[in-house]
């Protein structure tokens, strides 16, 4: 069973830094496409930042551009989210996601539980 496990979130003061953590289980991860996507109370579930199964590409949604960056490091199964300059609006639920690059990113199956992260003002 495919279990993605997402860390690192919290509270964090508008301006801040947090970085959040994904490893996926067994040995989708390799060559796997990968994203992050959060999901705001009563706001449906929107795509943050994506990479290819290589690393050589990734996209973000523009109200992250220029301020966070998706990463993965293949030999130990991790994918990140850097985030800085954290404002209130990317409080959010945030989740990790494995799926697929044709055009551009495309949701699967398996996601992780989630990791809560406030932006206080």
């Known amino acids: 069973q495919v279990q993605l496990v997402e860390s690192g979130g919290g509270l964090v003061m508008a301006g801040g830094s947090l970085r959040l953590s994904c490893a996926p289980s067994g040995s989708i991860f390799s060559g796997v496409p990968m994203a992050w996507y959060r999901q705001a109370p009563g706001k449906q579930r929107v795509l943050v930042a994506a990479i290819s199964g290589g690393g050589d590409r990734s996209n973000y949604a523009d109200s992250v551009k220029g301020r966070f960056t998706i990463s993965r490091d293949n030999a130990k199964n991790t994918v990140w989210l850097q985030m800085n300059s954290l404002k209130p609006e990317d409080t959010a639920v945030y989740y990790c996601?494995?799926?697929?690059?044709?055009?551009?990113?495309?949701?699967?199956?398996?996601w992780g539980q989630g990791t809560q992260v406030t932006v206080s003002s």
């Open positions: 996601n494995s799926g697929s690059w044709g055009q551009s990113y495309r949701a699967g199956d398996y």
